[in-house]
């Protein structure tokens, strides 16, 4: 398919309560694409069809977030 998206995993670990003895550890993802439902809709779809690790995840919540693109060498200088 070609689609192509900037991603990083961060994993962590950390004790649910205090002197629990329980972990609560996970993964944070995060991805950069130009078309979220081109690009990673059309991925994760493809992943949870034909996954066998998906029955065992835990989705928590999400998020999208515009990034505008920067300015570049549109920058001028104050006089």
Request: proline share 5%.
């Amino acid at each position: 398919m070609g689609l192509r998206l900037l991603r990083r995993g961060f994993s962590y670990t950390e004790l649910s309560q205090a002197g629990s003895g329980q972990l609560d550890a996970g993964l944070f993802f995060i991805s950069f694409q130009r078309d979220p439902q081109r690009q990673l809709v059309s991925i994760q779809r493809r992943l949870a069809a034909n996954d066998a690790l998906s029955s065992r995840l835990l989705h928590t919540g999400s998020g999208v977030f515009a990034c505008p693109p920067g300015v570049g060498g549109a920058i001028k200088a104050l006089p």
